[in-house]
């Protein structure tokens, strides 16, 4: 069998225009391969990135000579990995490929919109279509950072960061109608998802409503908000008040158990009034924490346990699976892997610098191993269900 064999000559640049000239065929060969994958899946890419000349046409049309009608098995989650690639191309944004495929976004699948709760459905641009965004916009689509909802709340989230988020919310409170197509509690949602993917210090963190539950495959980078995943999902299935108890011992001081336990105390009810349905329950705890009494014992529980403590705790529970599902804890260095966040950029310090007295150390959990920890970093939580565990 005679097959043709396709030569790519690239001419060596040097000078200013080496790195610009880099950087251009490396989107050529990204977008070669998009179109070479396309046509191993027997689709076609959109009709106008298929004009001569351009990378994506170029990798179909190869991809045609060699496969032929040889084509692999094409699904929904295949046709949105490619569409979703074609997107991040065509926007110059980075596409974490080793984690990010078709296998992965189908884990993504949800029925109802994380921020609005309506279904998802109908065709491309309808205002219930589902679509995948990026939760932190200065990273690209990489695994962990990405969310379904649908088209109106990412259109709603375009430019809005979390405190933006928490201010809309207030407004429309006040205001008692929606602003910009959204109340006050899908506001909440919406910062929260936001916070999920943005690292924040412990104590703002802390003061966030868990307004809604992580969704599958999200990475939290926060301490404080893992541990409100977790302890959250606590109340999901029969036995809680036993997981409850077990985890207070995990607290390192009695005053701590204590501030847990009424804590526990105010979300109690709620999961009690919601009956057994899964998304009534799910809604029900959701909807707890933007109550004030609720966020109220939370906050002094939580502030008071400190940063290093949480996440002590976090990685205990985490152990013994009391999540309910499947938990990935990340360490602080690949929980952002391959999300080609900007290097941090370096200020002046000021002539005269502040001195920061130094907080007292919390003390771990027993049988935990105590860490040094740096402000503001992302915290090992990684929190992500699995389907099927």
Not at 112 to 120: D, G, I, K, Q
Not at 169 to 183: F, H, M, N, P, V
Not at 253 to 267: K, P, S, Y
Not at 314 to 341: K, S
């Amino acid at each position: 069998m005679n097959q043709a064999t396709l030569e790519l000559i690239s001419t060596p640049v040097v000078g200013p225009k080496a790195h610009t000239t880099a950087t251009a065929a490396a989107t050529d060969h990204t977008g070669f391969d998009i179109g070479w994958d396309h046509a191993h899946h027997g689709l076609v890419p959109p009709a106008e990135l298929l004009l001569d000349g351009t990378p994506i046409g170029q990798g179909w049309r190869a991809g045609r000579a060699v496969f032929g009608r040889r084509t692999l098995a094409t699904g929904r989650a295949t046709r949105q990995w490619l569409a979703l690639r074609t997107l991040a191309w065509r926007q110059g944004i980075s596409f974490e490929g080793q984690q990010v495929t078709a296998h992965y976004l189908a884990q993504l699948h949800t029925e109802h919109c994380p921020v609005l709760r309506r279904p998802l459905g109908g065709a491309a641009g309808h205002a219930d279509a589902a679509v995948i965004v990026r939760l932190n916009p200065q990273a690209g689509y990489a695994a962990g950072n990405l969310v379904v909802m649908s088209q109106a709340a990412a259109q709603a989230r375009e430019g809005v960061d979390v405190l933006e988020a928490l201010r809309r919310g207030t407004r429309a409170q006040l205001a008692g109608e929606a602003l910009d197509g959204l109340d006050a509690a899908a506001w909440s949602r919406l910062a929260a998802l936001r916070a999920f993917a943005t690292p924040l210090p412990f104590h703002e963190a802390a003061r966030l409503p868990l307004s809604v539950l992580p969704p599958n495959r999200v990475r939290l980078l926060n301490a404080a908000q893992g541990l409100q995943a977790l302890v959250t999902r606590l109340f999901m299935t029969p036995g809680w008040a036993a997981r409850s108890r077990a985890l207070a011992q995990l607290l390192p001081a009695h005053t701590l158990r204590q501030d847990f336990n009424l804590f526990v105390g105010a979300l109690a009810p709620r999961v009690l009034e919601a009956g057994s349905g899964a998304l009534a329950l799910r809604r029900a705890l959701e909807d707890a924490w933007l109550q004030e009494r609720v966020q109220r014992r939370w906050q002094h529980f939580v502030l008071s346990l400190g940063e290093n403590a949480a996440e002590a705790v976090l990685e205990a529970a985490a152990a013994q699976g009391w999540a309910g599902v499947r938990t990935l804890l990340h360490a602080p260095e690949t929980a952002t892997e391959g999300w080609a966040l900007p290097a941090p950029t370096r200020t002046a310090a000021p002539e005269r610098p502040a001195v920061a007295r130094p907080t007292p150390r919390q003390t771990p959990p027993p049988g935990t191993a105590p860490r040094r920890l740096r402000r503001n970093r992302p915290a090992p939580t990684g929190l992500s269900a699995l389907p099927g565990v």
